[in-house]
T-cell receptor, first 112, second 112 residues
Framework: DAGITQSPRHKVTETGTPVTLRCHQT?????MYWYRQDPGHGLRLIHY???????DKGEVSDGYSVSRSKTEDFLLTLESATSSQTSVYFC???????????FGPGTRLTVT | GQQLNQSPQSMFIQEGEDVSMNCTSS?????WLWYKQDPGEGPVLLIA?????ELTSNGRLTAQFGITRKDSFLNISASIPSDVGIYFC????????????FGKGTKLTVNP
């Protein structure tokens, strides 16, 4: 398994506050992804990265931004959290040459 | 966009029984992946399939890449209580981007 950690694992925040979630990998995988998982919707892609400083939007990117300054770290920022962003967030990584993605343990975010 | 239909949505079985679940699409897929997710954790990759007709096993789990390339199947033999969880299929559609499309999962309950 890829060494993927996410921090924090749980967070409660208030509407309107900025929030940053961190994904850290030790596998030197080129690609990294942020998903959210909600009942009835399954896993939906927020943003992804195909290299340092190279990122692109997924299907549900509104209200989120990302940054990747190092291979091992991929940050997801909610500029101004809303209740609709209450969800479980998963990071995933993928090495070059395969489509296999490996997931982190998730961050449960509650926006009150 | 492409969608993956997983069935059944949930299954309740007795320990020792065999399990079958499938994933279908109206579009052709080039890659199929099967994941398992335990409560409170991230999805774990079980099996990856890359060629039509391919049959791959991982212990008591066997997955197949359908000949039409529009479906995939996962079988679990002699189920045990730790097989409980949600099983997701995911795939890479032909001619699309390299982003995974996910099914919504099959929830498996095993009664001892």
């Amino acid at each position: 398994d890829a060494g993927i950690t996410q921090s924090p694992r749980h967070k409660v925040t208030e509407t309107g506050t900025p929030v940053t979630l961190r994904c850290h990998q030790t596998e030197n995988h080129r690609y990294m992804y942020w998903y959210r998982q909600d009942p009835g919707h399954g896993l939906r892609l927020i943003h992804y990265s195909y290299g340092v400083k190279d990122t692109d939007k997924g299907e549900v990117s509104d209200g989120y931004s990302v940054s990747r300054s190092k291979t091992e770290d991929f940050l997801l920022t909610l500029e101004s959290a809303t209740s609709s962003q209450t969800s479980v967030y998963f990071c995933a990584t993928r090495p070059s040459g395969t489509y296999e993605q490996y997931f982190g343990p998730g961050t449960r975010l509650t926006v009150t | 966009g492409q969608q993956l239909n997983q069935s059944p949505q949930s299954m309740f079985i007795q320990e020792g029984e065999d399990v079958s679940m499938n994933c279908t699409s109206s579009s052709i897929f080039n890659t199929w992946l099967w994941y398992k997710q335990d409560p409170g954790e991230g999805p774990v990759l079980l099996i990856a399939l890359y060629k039509a007709g391919e049959l791959t096993s991982n212990g008591r789990l066997t997955a197949q890449f359908g000949i039409t390339r529009k479906d995939s199947f996962l079988n679990i033999s002699a189920s045990i209580p730790s097989d409980v969880g949600i099983y997701f299929c995911a795939g890479i559609p032909q001619g699309g981007s390299e982003k995974l499309v996910f099914g919504k999962g099959t929830k498996l309950t095993v009664n001892p």
